[in-house]
């Protein structure tokens, strides 16, 4: 870059505003552009204005993605056991089902009277972690929160039940749907 003596860079200023300082009429129908090209402050303005809304924009955005992770980390907090529950499940059915079996041997045995105590202790600690239990039984088929795997007169069928975690379905009640009574 050729260096230029300061007074000449001076003059060479002066009278590069003294141009543009002078009144320019811009005729209707005259390009944008071409009036803002003759006007520097304007397209200053322009790009001043565009920057700024873009910065908006962006802190906006910002703003924006730092509630979702708040969101997301909170729902993941909140949701952290349901693998871990999703497992507990199946064996909370095979123990119902030794239960069962324990009962036929004799309601006063210790064995069944020791696995009701087990089997309260494991549906108190699974209602404190949000594990409701779907009742299903001699109510409404809700496809939201049943699955029907038969559709027969009414008689009694076992059914696996379903459960809720927190607010979400873990999983769903499987069902036999009553087409009414039997003939």
């Known amino acids: 870059m050729k260096k230029i003596p300061t007074t000449e860079q001076n003059k060479q200023t002066k009278q590069s505003s003294s141009a543009n300082s002078m009144p320019s009429s811009v005729a209707p129908g005259t390009d944008v ?10 397209g200053l303005q322009a790009d001043l204005d565009r920057f700024r809304d873009l910065a908006f924009r962006t802190q906006a955005d910002f703003e924006n ?69 779907i009742e299903a039984e001699g109510k409404a088929f809700d496809p939201n929160l049943h699955e029907a795997i038969a559709h027969e007169p009414s008689t009694e069928h076992p059914v696996r039940r379903g459960y809720r975690f ?15 009574p039997a003939k």
């Open 33 to 42: 552009a071409q009036s803002e090209a003759e006007d520097p402050m304007a």
């Open 166 to 180: 927190q607010d979400r379905l873990l999983r769903p009640a499987k069902v036999v749907v009553s087409s009414g």
């Open 65 to 133: 993605y730092k509630k979702r992770t708040a969101r997301e980390k909170e729902e993941a907090l909140k949701y952290a056991n349901k693998s871990l529950l999703e497992r507990l499940v199946g064996i909370i059915d095979n123990f119902e089902l030794g239960l069962a079996a324990a009962k036929e041997e004799g309601a006063g045995s210790p064995i069944y009277s020791g696995m009701v105590l087990v089997q309260k202790q494991l549906n108190d600690l699974l209602a404190e972690n949000g594990l409701q239990p």
